[in-house]
């Protein structure tokens, strides 16, 4: 039974987790985070160099190629919660072999 109850609690989290990055993040504030908006005051954003990883698929929060907005950002969480959800487990499978 515990095992039950702990399946539905994860399963759970996964559910709200796919929820939040795939609706509600498209109505996150756009405002810059704190080192933007220090850069920014400070008068130096404008030296920045872009990121490594501006050209990937995913950079800027968002899927390359996807014109509607909403979609790309919505996808875009998705696909990180699920890379994350993955490499967890992978993390976690590898520790309980060890364990045992």
């Known amino acids: 039974m515990k095992s039950f109850i702990a399946n539905k609690f994860i399963l759970a989290g996964i559910a709200i987790s796919l929820l939040i990055a ?10 810059p985070d704190g ?5 920014e005051t400070k008068g130096f954003l404008e030296t ?7 050209g990937s698929p995913l950079a ?3 899927i390359s190629g996807v014109d509607n907005e909403r979609l790309s950002v919505g996808a875009s969480g998705i696909i990180g919660v ?7 487990g992978l993390i976690f499978r590898l520790l309980a072999k060890k364990s045992k």
């Open 22 to 31: 795939g609706f509600l993040s498209f109505y996150a504030s756009s405002h």
């Open 35 to 39: 080192l933007e908006k220090v850069a």
């Open 48 to 54: 920045a160099k872009e990121p490594i990883n501006s």
């Open 60 to 62: 800027d929060y968002g």
């Open 82 to 88: 699920l890379a994350t959800l993955l490499v967890a």
